[in-house]
């Protein structure tokens, strides 16, 4: 035992607790490290990409977390975000700032607590934002495709008759009567117009309506197309 302590091979009782010591000390410089110049970083960066999911959506293009905030702050302006959620996100970016200057170079356990619990609070409600933004932009885009789909409707209709009833429903029937009961048109035609017209009056709920396929225009074009022809042939 002697002979191996000599050699170096063994350590005695205070070496041993000197290393353990050692290795406790560099671990609590490892954790800290991973505290003050890891997890923060990956909380703005977790902030950061929510926040520029949602903006980029809204025709904004934001590169940098400081510009980020400053379009952050216009949809606050615009009622599209409360006070709250901008101030998270400041924090979180200041906070990476200081650390950056050295001006912060030590965060608690319950500082990283709370900043994560505020960050996922913020990417929830990013989230949400994005929702309602798609949402928008789909009833937008249904409106428009029922307006178009009405206007194809009395294109034709006037290609014929001198006459057009004034309202959308009346001017669907007379088209199911004069093209598609004809068969000039197919029926998929009349199915596109009683759709959109059912989904726009609000007696279809948007779940019971297929409306990828009027989304894409693909049923429009068909109906245009369809239309097209029935002029040429007039």
Excluded: W
């Excluded at 590169?63 to 400053?70: A, E, K, N």
């Excluded at 700032?97 to 505020?118: C, M, V, Y």
């Excluded at 206007?151 to 007379?174: F, H, M, N, Q, W």
């Amino acid at each position: 035992m002697q002979k191996l302590l000599k050699k170096g091979k063994l350590y005695s009782r205070e070496e041993r607790s000197e290393k353990l010591l050692e290795r406790a000390r560099q671990k609590i410089v490892d954790v800290r490290e991973i505290m003050l110049n890891k997890i923060p970083y990956e909380l703005l960066f977790a902030a950061t990409e929510a926040a520029q999911t949602v903006l980029i959506y809204a025709g904004l293009f934001p590169p940098t977390p400081r510009v980020v905030l400053s379009k952050l702050k216009i949809l606050e302006k615009e009622k599209l975000l409360d006070q709250h959620f901008v101030d998270i996100y400041e924090e979180i970016v200041v906070m990476v700032e200081k650390i950056e200057k050295g001006t912060l170079s030590e965060l608690s356990g319950k500082e990283i607590d709370a900043s994560l619990r505020k960050v996922r609070v913020f990417i929830v409600k990013m989230e949400e934002i994005l929702l309602n933004l798609e949402q928008k932009e789909r009833e937008k885009s249904m409106t428009l495709a029922y307006r178009d789909s009405i206007k194809l409707c009395e294109k034709a209709l006037r290609s014929r008759l001198k006459k057009v009833p004034s309202t959308d429903y009346g001017k669907i029937l007379l088209f199911k009567k004069e093209f598609i009961d004809k068969g000039i048109v197919g029926k998929t035609h009349y199915t596109t117009l009683s759709d959109l017209y059912a989904y726009h009056k609000n007696k279809k709920a948007a779940r019971e309506l297929e409306k990828d396929k009027y989304l894409d225009r693909t049923h429009i074009k068909s109906l245009e197309l369809a239309i097209e022809d029935i002029i040429k042939s007039k």
